[in-house]
């Protein structure tokens, strides 16, 4: 907190302002929307001071000063408009015009360069140099980053970004002076799961979108914000659209959220909408047994005649339906409505979840924070998370919490890499006994006392150096978190391991955090699209069957929705159901050769509704574009299908109105909170851990991006294809 010894008075262009000691000059400057050309600087990135173009005039001082690299003082002038700074800057704008090409009607980054508006600004209206000018050759970067080199002003932006955000050093600069380069090392392409940020900060078109190159004008674009759909961030993005048609994602600034970055998940896989399987028309199986196209009416009859047929013949029970955990919440809500007014509770959107045992104690999967309170950490222990992979924004969080002196440790199988410096790296291939051990470490410290049944528990595990140090790391830190990640959530033994990490955390007097799969799994618990509870954790009269259970006790009739067969749920769970309904995006194989009804939804660039993010933020949306040619918004399918099967409560015009009724309900309940329940013994002790999704194989929208899919870790992960 600022207090009166670090506010000074400065001047800039005659006018009084205050500031914190120290703060640059630019800073101030932007504070108080007074315009200060710049290249190299970015809010974000270290000062490099290396393209001079935000040179002005200071009282006293023998030359023109850059403002990025200027702190203020007590009593500064300053002159960003005066003719000698106006005279520095048009000098400056003239030296790196001389090299630039004159390639603006066709670069992508014209009516969005930094370059461009700047020299009509500063620029000559002539070049007074005559010679050659220079060519670099361009550079091969990936799938994801298409070069331009020639076009390059060494303003190192990307370069700093590399090494400060994404936390990998991969670019870098050769030579001097107009001979210097920008380049990958060992001529590799970029691997980081934010290189496409890169694009974004490049202030010219030297580094530009691949996918998107020569596609659109910016200015023939509309721009709409959305929620990137993919991982529990919920990051905002913008939606650019042209003639009804996505053509580019970009980040939307969100300083509690994404900053603003956002992963190249998030920002590539809108090339998958166009996929060849995209499903677009409503399609039945006729009697000869092959799939055909049909009108909405009859294919909404089909299915809800069909389940209706099930429940009559076999019991509610004999019904299950499996969502994805990137459906909207308002899709989640209607799909159990619709379920339990069939008669089922068999709900479930945990895809690969195997440990049910102990659901009904554990709370829906949430941060217990703040994302950027994650920054701020003493000590952080990293439970089975391959957390760069599987949530590349919350890895960026940690990682400066790792920068700002905070304590990172991990406990997970072999393979795995962060882009941070780690005080304490366990591998191990049975996270309970590991977890066992840090929590002995933990109880013979005097901590634990409270929770019965604990040191019991946890007496015969063997602790090591290393878990002593983790359980110091996280008494000593005076803000501590335990974050459980996808790899421990599929573990055979989640219970024991929910059990354990709550387990020190508590000890801790810290934070207890887990982080799942897909985009919305706290929306789903909110909504009820589980088995062993109703909206908002609300008591239901029977516990229905979870999705490990209904793999081995498949049902007659099943819903999907948004999930694909064989890659996010069990082939033989959809071969072994006599009548499948599936709302699908894309029509692959094992659907089109299984279901029995085929009702195509519109993707998340099409429809309205809701994401509730890792911190429990609720972020609505709407749709970018219309939905791809018959294809309609997963909420007005359901709501179709629940007033086709007579069942009360679907009459909704919007998805503010299913929305509405949803919030009202979680507002009315108590807020769960973590409590200690301890198990009988540590489970199997047996190897039980399994991967996570690799980063790009983690929905059917992302498989379809054809150019994440030549990412060289795209199908690999922890050494074991998928």
Same mark, same amino acid.
């Given at each position: 907190?600022?207090?009166?010894?670090?506010?000074?008075?400065?001047?800039?262009?005659?006018?009084?302002?205050?500031?914190?000691?120290?703060?640059?000059?630019?800073?101030?400057?932007?504070?108080?929307?007074?315009?200060?050309?710049?290249?190299?600087?970015?809010?974000?990135?270290?000062?490099?001071?290396?393209?001079?173009?935000?040179?002005?005039?200071?009282?006293?001082?023998?030359?023109?000063?850059?403002?990025?690299?200027?702190?203020?003082?007590?009593?500064?002038?300053?002159?960003?408009?005066?003719?000698?700074?106006?005279?520095?800057?048009?000098?400056?704008?003239?030296?790196?015009?001389?090299?630039?090409?004159?390639?603006?009607?066709?670069?992508?980054?014209?009516?969005?360069?930094?370059?461009?508006?700047?020299?009509?600004?500063?620029?000559?209206?002539?070049?007074?140099?005559?010679?050659?000018?220079?060519?670099?050759?361009?550079?091969?970067?990936?799938?994801?980053?298409?070069?331009?080199?020639?076009?390059?002003?060494?303003?190192?932006?990307?370069?700093?970004?590399?090494?400060?955000?994404?936390?990998?050093?991969?670019?870098?600069?050769?030579?001097?002076?107009?001979?210097?380069?920008?380049?990958?090392?060992?001529?590799?392409?970029?691997?980081?799961?934010?290189?496409?940020?890169?694009?974004?900060?490049?202030?010219?078109?030297?580094?530009?979108?691949?996918?998107?190159?020569?596609?659109?004008?910016?200015?023939?674009?509309?721009?709409?914000?959305?929620?990137?759909?993919?991982?529990?961030?919920?990051?905002?993005?913008?939606?650019?659209?042209?003639?009804?048609?996505?053509?580019?994602?970009?980040?939307?600034?969100?300083?509690?959220?994404?900053?603003?970055?956002?992963?190249?998940?998030?920002?590539?896989?809108?090339?998958?909408?166009?996929?060849?399987?995209?499903?677009?028309?409503?399609?039945?199986?006729?009697?000869?047994?092959?799939?055909?196209?049909?009108?909405?009416?009859?294919?909404?009859?089909?299915?809800?005649?069909?389940?209706?047929?099930?429940?009559?013949?076999?019991?509610?029970?004999?019904?299950?339906?499996?969502?994805?955990?990137?459906?909207?919440?308002?899709?989640?809500?209607?799909?159990?409505?619709?379920?339990?007014?069939?008669?089922?509770?068999?709900?479930?959107?945990?895809?690969?979840?195997?440990?049910?045992?102990?659901?009904?104690?554990? #709370?829906?999967?949430?941060? $217990?924070?703040?994302?950027?309170?994650?920054? /701020?950490?003493? !000590?952080?222990?990293?439970? @089975? *998370? +391959?957390?760069?992979?599987?949530?590349?924004?919350?890895?960026?969080?940690?990682?400066?919490?790792?920068?700002?002196?905070?304590?990172?440790?991990?406990?997970?199988?072999?393979?795995?890499?962060?882009?941070?410096?780690?005080?304490?790296?366990?591998?191990?291939?049975?996270?309970?006994?590991?977890?066992?051990?840090?929590?002995?470490?933990?109880?013979?410290?005097?901590?634990?006392?409270?929770?019965?049944?604990?040191?019991?528990?946890?007496?015969?595990?063997?602790?090591?150096?290393?878990?002593?140090?983790?359980?110091?790391?996280?008494?000593?830190?005076?803000?501590?978190?335990?974050?459980?990640?996808?790899?421990?959530?599929?573990?055979?033994?989640?219970?024991? #391991?929910?059990?354990?990490? $709550?387990?020190?955390?508590?000890?801790?007097? /810290?934070?207890? !955090?887990?982080?799942?799969? @897909? *985009? +919305?799994?706290?929306?789903?618990?909110?909504?009820?699209?589980?088995?062993?509870?109703?909206?908002?954790?609300?008591?239901?009269?029977?516990?229905?069957?979870?999705?490990?259970?209904?793999?081995?006790?498949?049902?007659?009739?099943?819903?999907?929705?948004?999930?694909?067969?064989?890659?996010?749920?069990?082939?033989?769970?959809?071969?072994?159901?006599?009548?499948?309904?599936?709302?699908?995006?894309?029509?692959?194989?094992?659907?089109?050769?299984?279901?029995?009804?085929?009702?195509?939804?519109?993707?998340?660039?099409?429809?309205?509704?809701?994401?509730?993010?890792?911190?429990?933020?609720?972020?609505?949306?709407?749709?970018?574009?219309?939905?791809?040619?018959?294809?309609?918004?997963?909420?007005?399918?359901?709501?179709?299908?629940?007033?086709?099967?007579?069942?009360?409560?679907?009459?909704?015009?919007?998805?503010?109105?299913?929305?509405?009724?949803?919030?009202?309900?979680?507002?009315?309940?108590?807020?769960?909170?973590?409590?200690?329940?301890?198990?009988?013994?540590?489970?199997?002790?047996?190897?039980?851990?399994?991967?996570?999704?690799?980063?790009?194989?983690?929905?059917?929208?992302?498989?379809?991006?054809?150019?994440?899919?030549?990412?060289?870790?795209?199908?690999?992960?922890?050494?074991?294809?998928?």
């Amino acid at each position: 907190m600022d207090t009166q010894k670090d506010i000074v008075t400065v001047e800039i262009n005659n006018t009084q302002l205050e500031a914190r000691q120290g703060q640059m000059l630019i800073e101030v400057a932007d504070a108080n929307n007074i315009s200060i050309p710049r290249f190299c600087y970015h809010k974000k990135l270290s000062v490099s001071a290396n393209c001079r173009m935000c040179l002005v005039e200071v009282e006293n001082a023998p030359k023109m000063l850059p403002a990025c690299a200027t702190p203020v003082t007590d009593g500064m002038k300053a002159w960003t408009k005066s003719p000698k700074a106006i005279a520095a800057q048009k000098s400056v704008m003239e030296f790196l015009l001389i090299n630039h090409p004159l390639d603006c009607p066709v670069c992508d980054q014209g009516g969005e360069c930094d370059l461009q508006e700047m020299a009509l600004g500063y620029g000559g209206y002539k070049a007074r140099y005559g010679e050659n000018k220079r060519i670099v050759k361009d550079k091969d970067y990936g799938s994801l980053v298409s070069t331009e080199m020639t076009r390059c002003i060494h303003c190192t932006r990307c370069i700093r970004f590399s090494t400060e955000i994404a936390g990998v050093t991969e670019l870098g600069g050769t030579g001097r002076g107009d001979h210097m380069e920008i380049g990958t090392y060992v001529r590799k392409t970029l691997s980081s799961e934010l290189s496409g940020n890169m694009i974004d900060l490049c202030p010219v078109g030297a580094l530009l979108s691949k996918p998107f190159l020569f596609s659109a004008r910016s200015w023939e674009m509309n721009s709409l914000p959305g929620i990137a759909p993919h991982d529990a961030v919920g990051s905002n993005i913008q939606i650019q659209t042209r003639q009804g048609k996505v053509m580019r994602v970009i980040p939307r600034e969100n300083g509690d959220i994404n900053e603003i970055w956002i992963s190249d998940r998030d920002r590539f896989s809108y090339l998958g909408l166009g996929s060849d399987d995209r499903s677009t028309q409503p399609m039945v199986r006729d009697e000869s047994g092959e799939l055909v196209e049909t009108d909405w009416q009859t294919a909404l009859e089909t299915a809800v005649n069909g389940l209706k047929a099930a429940a009559s013949e076999h019991g509610g029970d004999a019904i299950g339906a499996v969502a994805s955990p990137s459906s909207t919440t308002e899709e989640f809500y209607l799909l159990q409505k619709l379920m339990r007014g069939l008669g089922s509770s068999n709900i479930d959107y945990r895809l690969h979840q195997q440990d049910f045992s102990a659901q009904s104690e554990q #709370i829906a999967p949430q941060l $217990g924070c703040s994302i950027n309170d994650i920054e /701020g950490m003493d !000590s952080i222990l990293i439970v @089975g *998370s +391959n957390l760069r992979h599987e949530q590349p924004l919350l890895s960026h969080r940690v990682r400066k919490a790792a920068l700002n002196g905070g304590a990172v440790s991990t406990l997970n199988p072999d393979g795995i890499e962060f882009n941070f410096s780690l005080s304490e790296q366990i591998v191990t291939d049975r996270l309970t006994s590991d977890l066992a051990a840090v929590t002995k470490a933990m109880v013979d410290l005097g901590k634990g006392g409270e929770l019965a049944g604990l040191s019991a528990l946890v007496s015969n595990a063997v602790v090591t150096e290393s878990h002593r140090a983790v359980a110091d790391s996280l008494i000593n830190g005076a803000k501590s978190m335990v974050l459980m990640g996808e790899i421990a959530y599929r573990d055979r033994n989640q219970s024991v #391991i929910y059990a354990l990490a $709550g387990a020190i955390a508590t000890m801790a007097s /810290g934070i207890f !955090s887990v982080v799942t799969e @897909g *985009s +919305n799994a706290l929306g789903g618990a909110l909504a009820g699209a589980v088995p062993h509870s109703g909206v908002a954790g609300a008591s239901v009269d029977a516990t229905g069957k979870d999705i490990a259970t209904m793999v081995e006790l498949p049902p007659k009739a099943l819903v999907l929705t948004g999930v694909e067969g064989g890659r996010d749920i069990s082939a033989d769970l959809v071969n072994s159901s006599n009548f499948v309904v599936s709302l699908s995006l894309f029509a692959d194989p094992v659907i089109r050769d299984n279901v029995d009804v085929i009702l195509p939804m519109a993707a998340f660039s099409e429809t309205s509704g809701t994401f509730v993010n890792a911190e429990g933020k609720w972020q609505s949306f709407s749709g970018a574009v219309a939905p791809m040619g018959g294809s309609r918004p997963g909420w007005k399918i359901l709501r179709v299908l629940g007033t086709l099967a007579n069942i009360d409560g679907f009459d909704f015009d919007s998805s503010e109105d299913i929305l509405e009724e949803l919030k009202s309900a979680c507002d009315q309940a108590d807020d769960k909170q973590w409590s200690w329940s301890a198990p009988s013994d540590l489970g199997d002790q047996e190897s039980t851990t399994e991967a996570g999704s690799p980063i790009y194989q983690v929905d059917a929208l992302v498989r379809r991006s054809e150019p994440l899919q030549q990412i060289s870790f795209s199908r690999v992960e922890n050494g074991g294809a998928i």
